[in-house]
């Protein structure tokens, strides 16, 4: 079965946290939902505007496998969301897979679904994440709940995404292919 994936889009969000991960994933034949959470047209941090295929609020029962949350200052809005709180929180009570970059995971913590887990994110975000234990590594997977630090990590956290989601092959193959280290 093919993989289903959720993007969150705010506007201020990180365009290369959103658009790296969706691309790799997409390469890998994972079914990605791209969802603004106020609009389907959603401008990101550095003026560059996408379409999202849809809305949030009309994919917000809907089950997928994992829901991935770029960085960037739209973290504030997802954070004020109770939309999202409610999707994270489910995803993470029914033990499906979370992804969050940059300032993104302060949104898990703020939901509670962190909790001591060992998790990364933006360096400035750090006092932001209640009691997850900070590892300062490019990726950090525990427990379901996949972080990284930021724009610099989109990549490796893409392919970490994609190795969670395919399996480990697949995403070395992609990786290959854009001609990432591997």
Partial sequence: MTPKVLVILADGFEEIEAVTPIDILRRCGVEVITAGLENTRVTGSHEITVEADTLLKDVAGETFDLILLPGGPGTKRLRESAVVAEIVRTQAREGRLLAAIC?????????????????????????????ARIVHEDVVIDNGIITSRGAGTALPFALAVAGELVGEQLAAEIARAVVYKV
Avoid: K
């Fill in 103 to 131: 300032a993104a995971p302060t949104v898990l913590a703020a939901n509670g679904v962190l909790g001591t887990r060992r998790a990364t994110c933006f360096p400035a975000c750090e006092g932001d994440m209640g009691e």
